[in-house]
């Protein structure tokens, strides 16, 4: 994999729903990792969700200014304050790239309601700025160990009524990459923006995933995404 665009991205990891297709998750990874790591997590401890096809894309590779060097990122970061230099072009870029997977799925019958979207540090502020940036009913959305990219600009930025679609933003308090406190923040903002939302915190978690919150998103994945329902 090489390039510096969304545009020369490989194509998504893609984990095949294991009975109809009926819905859809798409998944983006953290600083440095590729599609294939989350796919086979989400996939291996899915529960109750056999008819959702797994999409976790890899993020071009290029320069990120806070480690030095060149690896798959869907925006730089210059600092782990998130405040300064935000790499807005590379931001919107990667929405875009999200926006377009969502169209995809929507071509291939699944309408969006029942399409979700999520990631992990990252990877999960770019599904957060999608989110809140474009007046889209989804089948949920999942944020973990993350924050809002370009957190300045809301509320002005944030486009359309209050989502009312599930969201739950989950974090470590031992987090020493994307600290408690700027999911915190986060959560203070983004709450005002949804009627179906939900913060969880896990003790002794740092950045990184666990059995007890990949089981929290699985049960949240199948009751937004239940698979008694129609695509139609």
């Given amino acids: 994999m090489c ?19 009926t819905a859809s ?17 989400l996939d291996e401890s899915r529960k109750n969700a056999d008819h959702v096809k797994i999409i976790c894309p890899t993020a071009p590779v290029i320069p990120v200014t806070l480690n030095m060097m060149d690896m798959p990122a869907w925006f730089d970061i210059a600092s782990l304050s998130f405040n300064e230099n935000q790499d807005e072009a590379k931001i919107k870029e990667s929405s875009k790239m999200l926006n377009d997977l969502i169209d995809e799925e929507e071509k291939l019958g699944i ?31 999942v944020a973990l160990s993350t924050w809002l990219p370009l957190h300045t600009t809301f509320p002005q930025a944030f486009v359309g009524p209050k989502r009312d679609y599930p969201v739950i933003q989950c974090h470590g308090d031992s987090d020493n990459m994307v600290n408690l406190q700027f999911g915190a ?3 203070a903002l983004i709450k005002g923006f949804c009627n179906d939302y939900r913060f969880k915190k896990y003790d002794g978690l740092g950045h ?13 994945i199948a009751k937004a995404l239940p698979g008694n329902s129609s695509k139609n």
Avoid: C, K
Avoid at 5 to 21: D, E, I, K, L, W
Avoid at 208 to 220: A, C, K, M, P, R
């Fill in 111 to 141: 309408p969006s309601n029942r399409i979700m979207i999520g990631g992990f540090s990252q990877g999960g502020a770019v599904a957060l700025y999608t989110a809140l940036t474009r007046n889209r009913q989804l089948g949920g959305l």
């Fill in 25 to 41: 998750l798409i998944f983006l990874h953290g600083l440095g990792d590729t599609g294939h790591g989350w796919a086979s997590v």
């Fill in 3 to 21: 390039g510096n665009s969304a545009s020369s991205m490989v194509n998504p990891v893609v984990m095949p729903p294991r009975g109809q297709h």
């Fill in 185 to 187: 923040m986060t959560s």
């Fill in 208 to 220: 990184s995933s666990s059995i007890q919150e990949l089981n929290d998103v699985n049960e949240f």
